[in-house]
């Protein structure tokens, strides 16, 4: 993809502009419409320079910069006017003339974002409530600067009396951020959420809860809210051996149902964006419940810890996403374990996650052809693949089914063990040294089976790689069985699939009739080769009537309970202009999966059980 | 309980021939006597427009004693018990300061008993009347930018006394910087309150208001010494541009409507012309005014609304046949005593006729476009009317008002509802041939118009008429059977529509619809296939009518469905009438309707093979074209 000569050699990152100082003022006083003004100030010399926009962004891994977003750039050294071309390749890179007698350019622009689609970082910033911003979006850098070793002096305003939350040190004076001279790995680390209604909740000296929303109302948390998050932390540095890896930690939370849900993880706070009565609805809490747990963990996996091939000097640098299945399944691990362990869940609900996700991966009918390890290699596509079909082309699989793989480690090394060891010692051991370091800490796959070696000794290798590599029908990770569960299916959903539905508004068929389907009756997703499938539909396809009722996802259920006694479920169907009838032959009633428990002693249960 | 002549009136209307007076109500009879205890003071408080809500104060002078106001049910022009008092609010009644309890009458709940105080000579009456505040709830009488005020909706009277004995005086207050039109002489105006010369009670509710922000007034008889005027209320100043050009036509209306008559019905007349998309519709007839609701485009979209034109020669048409010249059994002594519209099929029937016959010789249509309305309303009483084919005649229909009372009706076709309109033009369409044919072409229906509406100029004082009358000035002209020949068409299940041939020309449907029924499919937004597959279909799928016994009924095909789909594809008013086509070039291709009723979808297939079906008249060559003559300017 790259095509800049400059560019494609990984090596070759000048020293240019290392150690120089990039000022930044950032103008979001209109981010209600959208619409952040920028001015970037890059150290320059006479002569033809190149500078970039962030391409690679940590923890997307993928090159989604959102130089698309980018409008109204106009480049001046002193009062002169200086024109710019892009690079015809490289659409993140620009070119200029430095004029003579010049030692720096002033690069202005706007950010915008659409307020519907776009994604993750590209996707709606702002309403008349609330705002984030991430200051990849805002800045430009010289070509091939090391981020490490580039200083960014930056200036923020928020729109007038918000109160804003970000882990960047600095001080506020009415609505301008005078951030503290930052590197910037760390600048473009430190978001900034923002909102008409903010309330901070300091959990400690530490630790602290900025929450930015659409209504007063939103802010209302229950005080359990609180000390469930004040245990988070204390489960995590238990689980982490007591080291942690920032100066403080702010978690930044944007409440609201006009922003794309969201969550990105930084070594020293985390953005976290989901619905507006996400804190204070009891459903809808208990659905995000883990996105906090998730993205703190990743301060110590993913942030200090990070696959080698991952961590790049530049934003400019491809990323390998190889070990995605650690850094996204391990931290998927980590997040229901401390979920449960700080008591944001209960032992059942922590079940119900692990068996909706369980039930999810096992009809995995893309596994056929598609191994757990090329969904993480392909991480890139796999973010961005939109659209149906997804158990067959498979999506971020190294998530739920790096969960259920991580599962199987903690469980084998607690059989192994006479359970006197677990993936808690794992932890300790990869994630507890340097307490209070943020400088990123690389490792291979080998670190990881060594790590495990020590901790418990058996061939890691083989056994991650049985697992990683597979392909075939069977669901290749046992953590649930070795841990005294055993997953089934029932008639009624299990209350976090309850809570979900309630939360979509859709209707999960996937394990019965094959399909899952909006209230609208947009069809999601058909099960490959399912009982949907073989009459004929695909995703796209809309569900107009069930056996000539009008469409609604408990009519749909309410007929796949009925053809247990032999009728036929019959769908009245709209492809685009087109109406047309299809028969299910579907006789089973409705499957929804939950954990019953089977022999040996209950590992699950230990493994949610609160440390401190 | 007493008996009172209302009181056998209502039930005679009520309850037939049920004559035991068990069930009467307590409102005194209407005498022919002046309301001794002096004029009603009438103010009503037009400012709340944002809450659309006209707040009432009216002073009742009154002895003391037992006291009944009624609120207007019987409104003239509506021909039905259809006052809106389920907007009235808000009523007490006050004497000398004191507040006095009211009684709403249990079997007249337009009728307010109170008892006024010894020592008291009047009573004080506040109320709100509360407009729709949208269509659902009825008619919305104010908006933004202007207001419509029907002085029925906004008085109560005393009972007892005929309406045209009782002296009212009027005054109302508007909105800061709005104009006001109305057939009311202004006595004062003070900043925005004005203040009328008083007038008769009856008078009064027949000289409604509009009232506007955005207003012009245009002079129809430039010159003449008794003014006709065009008063324009629009949404925005942009659609009152109306150009010399259109004006032009409306002038010629009044001409040809004084050629014809040769006498008038007003001291002034003024056409009150809404052109409005918010404020709710109307057409109605007063004696020297008319409501005139357009849509907000009428003059800018001049094209478009082409077949609205004749809402103003028909509204006009009334001064002299309705207002003026009213059956003597719908002219009512006040606005509670029922009406009995058993004529209205000269007073609305005539009218129609005069309506659309009128809007060509005044060019406000062409004589295309007149004669393809001409062939929409004989298709519908050829083949779009099987309830008048079968179990009721045009006689009967004019009881339609108060029975249906203008609301939706599952069956239109096959109930048949004011038929007299349409039906009554065709009538008098086909009297028209047979004065030609009598007279060997020397008398018209032109001759009965100047015979029975052209008398007594200038005097607007209601002159009332019989069957017979309407017969002995039809003999009058030319002898004949008159009363067979009426009566058969008003009372019979037979053909209506014999003067279109009569006058040279045929009925013919072909598969293209007129320039006039596409215009009507674009302002209701359906596509009506009524002649072919026998259903007319709105914009969403909604299925409109279905003709009685038509091929979509047979299929089981119901005006409450919706059409999702035809043969498979979405539906569209095209794919539909695409699939009428089809069916027709290949008679093995159904036509399948998809249908949804309530939570519920089935498909039918409909068996019609006749492909597309619309209305024309197509010229007779062996007859001559008296049409032609008819619509011909004087």
């Given at each position: 993809?790259?095509?800049?000569?400059?560019?494609?050699?990984?090596a070759?990152?000048?020293?240019?502009?290392?150690?120089?100082?990039?000022?930044?003022?950032?103008?979001?006083?209109?981010?209600?419409?959208?619409?952040?003004?920028?001015?970037?100030s890059?150290?320059?010399?006479?002569?033809?320079?190149?500078?970039?926009?962030?391409?690679w962004?940590?923890?997307?891994?993928?090159?989604?910069g959102?130089?698309?977003?980018?409008?109204?750039?106009?480049?001046?050294?002193?009062?002169?006017?200086?024109?710019?071309?892009?690079?015809?390749v490289?659409?993140?890179?620009?070119?200029?003339?430095?004029?003579?007698?010049?030692?720096?350019?002033?690069?202005?622009?706007?950010?915008?974002t659409?307020?519907?689609?776009?994604?993750?970082?590209?996707?709606?910033?702002?309403?008349?409530?609330?705002?984030?911003?991430?200051?990849?979006?805002?800045?430009?850098?010289?070509?091939?600067?090391?981020s490490?070793?580039?200083?960014?002096?930056?200036?923020?305003?928020?729109?007038?009396?918000?109160?804003?939350?970000?882990?960047?040190?600095?001080?506020?004076?009415?609505?301008?951020?005078?951030?503290?001279?930052?590197s910037?790995?760390?600048?473009?680390?430190?978001?900034?959420?923002?909102?008409?209604?903010?309330k901070?909740?300091?959990?400690?000296?530490k630790?602290a809860?900025?929450?930015?929303?659409?209504?007063?109302?939103?802010?209302?948390?229950?005080?359990?809210?609180?000390?469930?998050?004040?245990?988070?932390?204390?489960?995590?540095?238990?689980?982490?051996?007591?080291?942690r890896?920032?100066?403080?930690?702010?978690?930044?939370?944007?409440?609201?149902?006009?922003?794309?849900?969201?969550?990105?993880?930084?070594?020293?706070?985390?953005?976290?964006?989901?619905?507006?009565?996400?804190?204070?609805?009891?459903?809808?809490?208990a659905?995000?419940a883990?996105?906090?747990?998730?993205?703190?963990?990743?301060?110590w996996?993913?942030?200090?810890?990070?696959?080698?091939?991952?961590?790049?000097?530049?934003?400019?640098?491809?990323?390998?996403?190889?070990?995605?299945?650690?850094?996204?399944?391990?931290?998927?691990?980590?997040?229901?374990?401390?979920t449960?362990?700080?008591?944001?869940?209960?032992?059942?609900?922590?079940?119900?996650?692990?068996?909706?996700?369980?039930?999810?991966?096992?009809?995995?009918?893309?596994?056929?052809?598609?191994?757990?390890?090329?969904?993480?290699?392909?991480?890139?596509?796999?973010?961005?693949?939109?659209?149906?079909?997804?158990?067959?082309?498979?999506?971020?699989?190294?998530?739920?089914e790096g969960?259920?793989?991580?599962?199987?480690?903690?469980?084998?090394?607690?059989?192994?063990s006479?359970?006197?060891?677990?993936?808690?010692?794992?932890a300790?051991?990869?994630?507890?040294?340097?307490?209070?370091?943020y400088?990123?800490?690389?490792?291979?796959?080998?670190?990881?089976?060594?790590?495990?070696?020590?901790?418990?000794?058996?061939?890691?290798?083989?056994?991650?790689?049985?697992?990683?590599?597979?392909?075939?029908?069977?669901?290749?990770?046992?953590?649930?069985?070795?841990?005294?569960?055993?997953?089934?299916?029932?008639?009624?959903?299990?209350?976090?699939?309850?809570?979900?539905?309630?939360?979509?508004?859709?209707?999960?068929?996937?394990?019965?009739?094959?399909?899952?389907?909006?209230?609208?009756?947009?069809?999601?997703?058909?099960?490959?080769?399912?009982?949907?499938?073989?009459?004929?539909?695909?995703?796209?396809?809309?569900?107009?009537?069930?056996?000539s009722?009008?469409?609604?996802?408990?009519?749909?259920?309410?007929?796949?309970?009925?053809?247990?006694?032999?009728?036929?479920i019959?769908?009245?169907?709209?492809n685009?202009?087109?109406?047309?009838?299809?028969?299910?032959?579907?006789?089973?009633?409705l499957?929804?999966?939950?954990?019953?428990r089977?022999?040996?002693s209950?590992?699950?249960?230990?493994?949610?059980?609160?440390?401190? | 309980?007493?008996?009172?002549?209302?009181?056998?009136?209502?039930?005679?209307?009520?309850?037939?021939?049920?004559?035991?007076?068990?069930?009467?109500?307590?409102?005194?009879?209407?005498?022919?006597?002046?309301?001794?205890?002096g004029?009603?003071?009438?103010?009503?408080?037009?400012?709340?427009?944002?809450?659309?809500?006209?707040?009432?104060?009216?002073?009742i002078p009154?002895?003391?004693?037992?006291?009944?106001?009624?609120?207007?049910?019987?409104?003239?022009?509506?021909?039905?018990?259809?006052?809106?008092?389920?907007?009235?609010?808000?009523?007490?009644?006050?004497?000398?300061?004191?507040?006095?309890?009211?009684?709403?009458?249990?079997?007249?709940?337009?009728?307010?008993?109170?008892?006024?105080p010894?020592?008291?000579?009047?009573?004080?009456?506040?109320?709100?009347?509360?407009?729709?505040?949208?269509?659902?709830?009825?008619?919305?009488?104010?908006?933004?930018?202007?207001?419509?005020?029907?002085?029925?909706?906004?008085?109560?009277?005393?009972?007892?006394?005929?309406?045209?004995?009782?002296?009212?005086?009027?005054?109302?207050?508007?909105?800061?910087?709005?104009?006001?039109?109305?057939?009311?002489?202004?006595?004062?105006?003070?900043?925005?309150t004005?203040?009328?010369?008083?007038?008769?009670?009856?008078?009064?509710?027949?000289?409604?208001?509009?009232?506007?922000?955005?207003?012009?007034?245009?002079?129809?008889?430039?010159?003449?010494?008794?003014?006709?005027?065009?008063?324009?209320?629009?949404?925005?100043?942009?659609?009152l541009?109306?150009?010399?050009?259109q004006?032009?036509?409306?002038r010629?209306?009044?001409?040809?409507?004084?050629k014809?008559?040769?006498?008038?019905?007003?001291?002034?007349?003024?056409?009150?012309?809404?052109?409005?998309?918010?404020?709710?519709?109307?057409?109605?007839?007063?004696?020297?005014?008319?409501?005139?609701?357009?849509?907000?485009?009428?003059?800018?979209?001049?094209?478009?609304?082409?077949?609205?034109?004749?809402l103003?020669?028909?509204?006009?048409?009334?001064?002299w046949?309705?207002?003026?010249?009213?059956?003597?059994?719908?002219?009512?002594?006040?606005?509670?005593?029922?009406?009995?519209?058993?004529?209205?099929?000269?007073?609305e029937?005539?009218?129609?006729?005069?309506?659309?016959?009128?809007?060509?010789?005044?060019?406000?249509?062409?004589?295309?476009?007149?004669?393809?309305?001409?062939?929409?309303?004989?298709?519908?009483?050829?083949?779009?009317?099987?309830?008048?084919?079968?179990?009721?005649?045009?006689?009967?229909?004019?009881?339609?008002?108060?029975?249906?009372?203008?609301?939706?009706?599952?069956?239109?076709?096959?109930?048949?509802?004011?038929?007299?309109?349409?039906?009554?033009?065709?009538?008098?369409?086909?009297?028209?041939?047979k004065?030609?044919?009598?007279?060997?072409?020397?008398?018209?229906?032109?001759?009965?118009?100047?015979?029975?509406?052209?008398?007594?100029?200038?005097?607007?004082?209601?002159?009332?008429?019989?069957f017979?009358?309407?017969?002995?000035?039809?003999n009058?002209?030319?002898?004949?059977?008159?009363?067979?020949?009426?009566?058969?068409?008003?009372?019979g299940?037979g053909?209506?529509?014999?003067?279109?041939?009569?006058?040279?020309?045929?009925?013919?449907?072909?598969d293209?619809?007129?320039?006039?029924?596409?215009?009507?499919?674009?302002?209701?937004?359906?596509?009506?296939?009524?002649?072919?597959?026998g259903?007319?279909?709105?914009?969403?799928?909604?299925?409109?009518?279905?003709?009685?016994?038509?091929?979509?009924?047979?299929?089981?095909?119901?005006?409450?469905?919706?059409?999702?789909?035809?043969?498979?594809?979405?539906?569209?008013?095209?794919?539909?009438?695409?699939?009428?086509?089809?069916?027709?070039?290949?008679?093995?291709?159904?036509?399948?309707?998809?249908?949804?009723?309530?939570?519920?979808?089935?498909?039918?297939?409909?068996?019609?093979?006749?492909?597309?079906?619309?209305?024309?008249?197509?010229?007779?060559?062996s007859?001559?074209?008296?049409?032609?003559?008819?619509?011909?300017?004087?």
């Amino acid at each position: 993809m790259l095509g800049s000569a400059a560019l494609s050699v990984a090596a070759a990152v000048a020293s240019l502009a290392s150690g120089s100082t990039v000022n930044v003022d950032v103008d979001a006083s209109e981010i209600s419409r959208r619409i952040v003004h920028a001015k970037v100030s890059l150290p320059a010399k006479t002569g033809p320079m190149t500078f970039t926009y962030p391409k690679w962004i940590p923890g997307d891994h993928s090159p989604d910069g959102t130089i698309a977003g980018v409008v109204n750039m106009r480049i001046t050294a002193g009062k002169e006017t200086v024109a710019w071309t892009r690079d015809p390749v490289e659409m993140f890179a620009f070119h200029v003339d430095v004029p003579p007698k010049a030692t720096s350019i002033e690069i202005a622009f706007d950010f915008v974002t659409p307020s519907d689609g776009g994604t993750l970082s590209g996707s709606n910033m702002g309403t008349e409530n609330v705002g984030v911003i991430n200051f990849n979006q805002l800045v430009f850098v010289p070509e091939n600067a090391k981020s490490d070793d580039v200083t960014v002096k930056a200036r923020l305003t928020v729109p007038k009396g918000w109160g804003a939350g970000t882990a960047l040190p600095g001080t506020r004076k009415g609505d301008v951020f005078d951030f503290d001279a930052a590197s910037l790995t760390t600048f473009v680390d430190s978001p900034v959420n923002m909102g008409r209604h903010f309330k901070r909740f300091v959990l400690d000296d530490k630790h602290a809860v900025s929450v930015a929303a659409e209504s007063e109302a939103a802010l209302d948390v229950p005080t359990d809210v609180v000390t469930e998050w004040r245990q988070l932390v204390a489960e995590a540095g238990a689980l982490f051996g007591g080291a942690r890896h920032y100066r403080r930690y702010e978690f930044l939370v944007t409440l609201s149902d006009h922003v794309d849900f969201f969550g990105l993880e930084h070594h020293e706070s985390s953005d976290n964006r989901f619905a507006e009565r996400g804190l204070i609805d009891d459903d809808k809490r208990a659905y995000y419940a883990s996105l906090l747990p998730h993205e703190y963990a990743h301060s110590w996996n993913g942030k200090f810890r990070r696959p080698a091939d991952l961590w790049t000097p530049t934003f400019d640098m491809p990323m390998q996403d190889d070990l995605l299945w650690v850094y996204e399944g391990l931290t998927d691990y980590w997040c229901g374990v401390l979920t449960a362990r700080a008591g944001l869940w209960d032992a059942s609900q922590y079940r119900d996650s692990l068996a909706s996700i369980a039930a999810a991966m096992a009809h995995r009918s893309g596994r056929a052809w598609r191994s757990l390890q090329d969904t993480a290699d392909a991480a890139p596509l796999t973010y961005f693949g939109g659209g149906g079909w997804i158990s067959f082309r498979r999506g971020t699989d190294f998530y739920p089914e790096g969960q259920l793989l991580w599962l199987d480690v903690d469980t084998r090394i607690r059989e192994l063990s006479g359970n006197k060891r677990s993936l808690d010692d794992f932890a300790r051991a990869f994630y507890g040294m340097d307490n209070g370091s943020y400088v990123t800490k690389t490792y291979t796959f080998d670190d990881v089976v060594n790590t495990l070696n020590q901790v418990q000794a058996s061939d890691w290798a083989t056994f991650l790689h049985d697992r990683l590599d597979y392909t075939g029908s069977e669901l290749p990770e046992h953590g649930i069985e070795r841990g005294g569960w055993k997953l089934v299916y029932t008639d009624t959903p299990n209350a976090m699939d309850k809570a979900m539905e309630k939360v979509r508004h859709g209707v999960n068929l996937a394990y019965s009739l094959g399909l899952s389907a909006g209230s609208n009756g947009n069809i999601y997703d058909v099960q490959w080769d399912g009982p949907a499938f073989k009459a004929g539909l695909v995703p796209g396809l809309v569900i107009v009537a069930v056996n000539s009722k009008d469409y609604s996802p408990d009519v749909l259920k309410d007929a796949v309970t009925a053809a247990k006694a032999g009728a036929p479920i019959e769908l009245l169907v709209k492809n685009d202009e087109l109406y047309s009838t299809y028969r299910i032959d579907y006789h089973d009633g409705l499957k929804y999966p939950h954990l019953v428990r089977a022999k040996g002693s209950d590992l699950l249960g230990d493994i949610a059980t609160a440390r401190k | 309980m007493k008996t009172t002549v209302l009181a056998t009136a209502l039930l005679a209307a009520g309850l037939g021939l049920l004559a035991a007076p068990v069930h009467a109500d307590d409102v005194p009879p209407v005498q022919d006597t002046p309301y001794a205890p002096g004029t009603l003071k009438i103010h009503v408080d037009a400012t709340d427009v944002a809450h659309r809500i006209f707040r009432v104060h009216e002073t009742i002078p009154a002895a003391a004693g037992p006291l009944t106001l009624l609120y207007p049910q019987w409104i003239p022009g509506h021909h039905s018990p259809t006052g809106p008092i389920d907007k009235f609010a808000g009523l007490t009644v006050k004497a000398n300061g004191k507040t006095l309890e009211w009684t709403r009458d249990p079997l007249n709940v337009y009728a307010f008993h109170v008892n006024v105080p010894e020592g008291a000579s009047a009573v004080d009456v506040d109320f709100q009347f509360l407009s729709a505040q949208e269509r659902s709830q009825g008619r919305v009488m104010m908006t933004p930018e202007m207001l419509s005020l029907q002085w029925d909706t906004v008085s109560v009277y005393p009972a007892g006394h005929n309406i045209r004995m009782i002296d009212a005086d009027a005054s109302v207050t508007l909105p800061a910087g709005w104009e006001a039109a109305t057939a009311l002489e202004l006595e004062s105006k003070n900043g925005n309150t004005l203040d009328y010369k008083t007038i008769s009670y009856n008078a009064l509710i027949d000289s409604p208001m509009l009232a506007g922000k955005y207003h012009k007034q245009i002079d129809l008889d430039p010159g003449a010494k008794v003014p006709v005027h065009m008063d324009l209320f629009a949404d925005a100043p942009k659609y009152l541009e109306a150009t010399p050009e259109q004006i032009k036509p409306h002038r010629e209306l009044i001409q040809q409507m004084y050629k014809l008559y040769g006498a008038h019905h007003y001291g002034h007349y003024t056409f009150l012309t809404s052109l409005s998309d918010k404020l709710g519709g109307i057409g109605l007839e007063h004696h020297q005014s008319s409501e005139d609701g357009v849509s907000a485009d009428y003059f800018t979209e001049w094209k478009k609304n082409a077949l609205s034109r004749d809402l103003f020669s028909h509204e006009y048409n009334h001064s002299w046949d309705g207002k003026y010249r009213r059956g003597a059994d719908l002219t009512t002594p006040n606005f509670n005593v029922p009406m009995s519209n058993t004529l209205l099929w000269v007073y609305e029937g005539q009218t129609q006729f005069w309506g659309m016959v009128m809007a060509a010789r005044a060019d406000l249509w062409t004589d295309e476009q007149a004669r393809d309305m001409f062939a929409y309303a004989a298709a519908t009483y050829d083949k779009g009317r099987p309830g008048l084919a079968s179990w009721r005649n045009v006689q009967d229909t004019t009881n339609d008002p108060t029975i249906a009372q203008r609301a939706p009706l599952p069956y239109r076709n096959y109930q048949a509802s004011e038929d007299y309109y349409v039906a009554g033009a065709m009538i008098w369409l086909d009297v028209d041939a047979k004065l030609r044919e009598l007279s060997g072409g020397k008398n018209t229906i032109d001759d009965f118009a100047k015979a029975f509406f052209g008398m007594n100029n200038g005097d607007w004082k209601v002159n009332t008429y019989t069957f017979e009358d309407v017969v002995s000035t039809l003999n009058n002209i030319k002898p004949f059977d008159w009363a067979s020949f009426l009566r058969t068409r008003l009372d019979g299940h037979g053909p209506l529509i014999g003067g279109i041939a009569e006058h040279g020309w045929k009925l013919t449907y072909t598969d293209k619809p007129s320039d006039a029924v596409k215009a009507i499919e674009a302002r209701r937004g359906n596509a009506d296939l009524t002649y072919s597959l026998g259903l007319s279909v709105g914009k969403d799928g909604g299925i409109n009518d279905v003709l009685w016994d038509g091929p979509a009924f047979k299929a089981g095909v119901g005006p409450s469905m919706k059409v999702v789909a035809v043969n498979g594809t979405e539906y569209s008013a095209d794919a539909l009438k695409d699939a009428v086509t089809d069916a027709a070039k290949d008679k093995s291709k159904p036509v399948e309707l998809l249908l949804k009723g309530f939570d519920s979808y089935k498909t039918v297939r409909i068996d019609y093979h006749d492909g597309l079906k619309y209305p024309h008249l197509e010229r007779i060559a062996s007859k001559p074209d008296t049409l032609s003559k008819l619509l011909k300017a004087r």
